[in-house]
């Protein structure tokens, strides 16, 4: 199988890329999958159903999320509703007050079958569940159900956490792919485990949105926040419209991984 994955769609800039870019790259890369992470989808904080329409119509299988997954409060209303957007699964877990949706999904197109995890870091981040304990619960058990392709959006600030956990599940899931930072680096490759399979890993697959900006932000806003130390009204930008991500590929049979390669794309 072949599975676009896109790094946080930033705002309306960022929900234009996807109607701009994903039907071709999905008929031109033959792809199986596409997933976004979509915690930046409306007004750059949170995600609602009007946003989330824009990610499926553009081909988007199903959206990941991180920390600002709960900007918008109706979120709760599309989890109970609609299995095609996930959280992070690693919230603590709690019977009186449930957390709302769930920490990932399983995917299937003809003999195609993917599971999806979304885990979040806790380096300068909140203080989650280990998304290593978690995210290793999870794991054993999609391989106990033999579901053998396995893909994690690890959504994180700090490279370290990023690299540790995919070195820890190196061999047994498919890809390890960071979210977060808006920024893509150029780190992707396939680890190995001592078996010989293999996982593709990048820390980061960048921001789908706008790039005349700070991560997404107008730039002023975000040069007086610094130069002030005042809080600004977050605001996105809508100039230099980009498309960043990852395509990988990976065999339907092991779950090995084939090969990653990142995509960039940009409107104007
Ligand atoms: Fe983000
Ligand atoms: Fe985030």
Redesign the pocket.
């Known amino acids: 199988m072949r599975v676009l994955f896109l790094g946080?769609v930033v705002a309306h800039a960022g929900r234009s890329a996807l109607r701009a870019f994903v039907p071709d790259l999905i008929r031109s890369e033959n792809l199986t999958f596409v997933i976004a992470n979509g915690?930046n989808a409306v007004n750059g904080k949170g995600i609602d159903e009007k946003g989330a329409q824009d990610f499926f119509e553009a081909g988007v299988d199903l959206i990941t999320s991180?920390?600002?997954i709960w900007d918008k409060k109706e979120v709760a209303d599309f989890f109970a509703k609609d299995r095609r957007l996930i959280r992070p699964a690693n919230y603590p877990h709690c019977e009186e007050f449930p957390t709302p949706g769930e920490g990932f999904a399983v995917l299937e197109k003809g003999k195609s079958k993917l599971a999806v995890l979304n885990l979040m870091g806790r380096v300068h981040m909140d203080a989650l569940d280990c998304p290593f304990a978690v995210g290793n619960d999870l794991i054993t058990r999609f391989l106990a159900e033999d579901i053998r392709c396995i893909f994690v959006d690890f959504?994180a600030e700090a490279s370290s956490e990023k690299q540790a956990f995919a070195h820890y599940v190196a061999g047994r899931v498919s890809a390890v792919v960071g979210t977060?930072t808006h920024v893509q680096t150029a780190d992707e490759r396939l680890l190995q485990d001592d078996t010989g399979a293999k996982t593709a890993y990048i820390t980061d697959a960048g921001m789908t949105g706008p790039y005349d900006s700070v991560i997404g932000m107008v730039k002023e806003k975000s040069i007086k926040r610094f130069l002030t130390k005042t809080p600004q009204r977050y605001e996105p930008a809508d100039k230099q419209i980009g498309l960043h991500g990852v395509i990988v590929e990976i065999d339907d049979e092991t779950g090995d991984a084939i090969s990653i390669r990142r995509v960039q794309k940009f409107l104007n």
């Open positions: 946080d915690e991180g920390n600002h959504h977060h």
